[in-house]
């Protein structure tokens, strides 16, 4: 198992964890998490863009003149969409940009952003974050300890006062395991694991 060092909130070593060689140690392929990360990315699009098509327009639908002897081109209604204020021939309609690719990829993927972490030196293990209330100065203040300032926080469960410290200061994002993603992990510069996290992490990922 890969060995790392955690610290507390001061920034001072107080232990060692293992991490598990499946998990946070296997080899790193762009393509899968290129893969993954689209998918995401896709997913999120509103697909809201819409036009109104000639059936959408409000107007009469009397022929505008006769068909024969005035000299002119055969029109229609005004709803035309060679009319100006007509509808729209082919504009795009709402849609979901939604796919998915295999779980097993996703899994893999995971792993993949996790180890590339550890890897690059970018990962930190910390026992604990400890916030009496709900304070972005004094959270500031544990991120400089460690000398962050662009990171993905990782906890086990609900921390409202961690959660709500953060949630102004740019580049600092905090997830519980059951929402950690590949996008959001490759995101961010650092990536700071509470340690009692690590089970989620491990739970989540050999199931």
Do not use: C
């Not at 909130?9 to 990360?37: C, M, R, T, W, Y």
């Not at 022929?63 to 024969?68: D, N």
């Not at 796919?99 to 026992?127: C, F, G, H, T, W």
Request: charged share 30%; aromatic share 4%; no cysteine.
């Amino acid at each position: 198992m890969a060995v790392i060092d955690v610290i507390d909130s001061a920034g001072k070593k107080v232990s060692q964890v293992d991490l598990p060689e499946n998990i946070f140690n296997i080899p790193v392929k762009s393509s899968v998490l290129h893969e993954v990360v689209v998918m995401q990315l896709a997913k999120r699009r509103k697909g809201s863009a819409s036009v109104k098509h000639r059936a959408d327009v409000k107007g009469s639908t009397r022929k505008l003149f006769r068909q024969k002897g005035t000299g002119r081109a055969r029109r229609g209604d005004i709803k035309s969409p060679l009319l100006r204020g007509g509808g729209s021939v082919f504009g795009p309609d709402p849609r979901s940009y939604e796919y998915k690719i295999p779980k097993r990829v996703r899994r893999l993927a995971l792993k993949m952003a996790l180890s590339s972490k550890l890897q690059e030196n970018d990962l930190i293990v910390m026992n604990k974050v400890d916030l009496a209330e709900i304070k972005t100065k004094k959270f500031v203040e544990i991120l400089n300890l460690a000398n962050v300032n662009n990171a993905l926080i990782v906890i086990d469960q609900k921390d409202q006062n961690l959660e709500m410290s953060s949630r102004n200061i740019p580049n600092v994002k905090v997830l519980r395991t059951e929402g950690l993603n590949v996008y959001d992990i490759l995101k961010h510069k650092s990536l700071i694991l509470i340690e009692q996290a690590i089970n989620g992490i491990e739970g989540r990922l050999s199931a």
